[in-house]
């Protein structure tokens, strides 16, 4: 019997109905095939479930096992002889990465973790406690952090090259060079936010770098362009630049 209400219409189930909803549904029926055979949406059974006092079960996603046959087996380790990894294979073959990690290591080509890598945490406190006992590892990431963030502006990269076939110089040159400009007070220990920082004379924003191998780059990042300069001063300064420096080529 139904009874319609702006178009709405809501369906009265009989007690044998609702008690074979809930057998169907204890059984193991899911509430799409209980709604086909009523000819119901799947909203409706749920309501009656829940009038019922029924709880309703999770709905799992359950996402297909990808097969892999004798014949790509020996495709995917042919690929990774020559060289390709999971991602690329996967791409090639059109299935998941860790599919392909998975039978490489079934096969006992490779295992599926061949490093546990230290949490994030873990890694930077590596990081940090190392900056703080080599003053020459903090320097070389603060110059190399400073060229990346220049060629980054100008959406260029450094191509994985070390800054220093970049700049043309060495980190000891650079050492030798700031520290004959340390002011009263400066020393390696205090390099740092609060210390003195590397201090480009004329700003890098003042430079038009259209890539690592352009003048200006060269000019940007010149010996004769650095400095060290107090933290305070330097974030005082900003990006301003009021007498032109001579630069080496």
């Known amino acids: 019997m139904n009874i319609t209400y702006r178009k709405q219409t809501i369906y009265r189930h009989t007690e044998k109905q609702l008690q074979d909803i809930a057998t169907r549904y204890a059984n ?7 709604a086909a055979i009523y000819h119901v949406c799947r909203e409706t059974i749920k309501l009656r479930l829940v009038q019922m006092g029924v709880t309703i079960r999770p709905k799992i996603k359950v996402r297909p096992k990808q097969k892999i046959f004798e014949v790509q087996k020996k495709l ?19 299935l998941g990465p860790f599919t392909i990690s998975k039978c490489l290591a079934n096969c006992g080509v490779r295992a599926i973790k061949t490093q546990e890598r230290l949490p994030i945490k873990l890694r930077s406190k590596k990081y940090r406690d190392k900056q703080l006992k080599d003053p020459m590892f903090k320097l070389a990431q603060s110059i190399r952090h400073g060229i ?8 260029r990269k450094k191509d994985r090259r070390h800054w220093e076939t970049l700049v043309g110089y060495t980190l000891e040159d650079l050492k030798q060079h ?21 201090d480009n004379i004329r700003p890098v924003i003042s ?26 001063d330097n974030m ?14």
């Open 236 to 249: 005082r300064k900003n990006d301003t630049w009021n007498a032109p420096i001579s630069l080496r080529d």
């Open 207 to 232: 430079f038009n770098i259209t890539g690592a191998e352009c003048e200006d780059f060269k000019k940007c990042w010149a010996l004769d362009n650095l400095r060290p300069l107090w933290g305070v």
């Open 178 to 198: 700031l520290e004959k400009q340390f002011e009263p007070g400066m020393t390696w220990e205090n390099h740092s936010y609060r210390g003195w920082h590397i």
């Open 28 to 34: 193991g029926a899911t509430m799409d095939e209980i």
């Open 76 to 94: 995917i380790i042919s690929l990774f002889e020559q060289g390709m990894n999971c991602y690329q294979i996967s791409k090639q073959m059109q």
């Open 148 to 155: 990346n963030k220049s060629l980054l502006t100008a959406f």
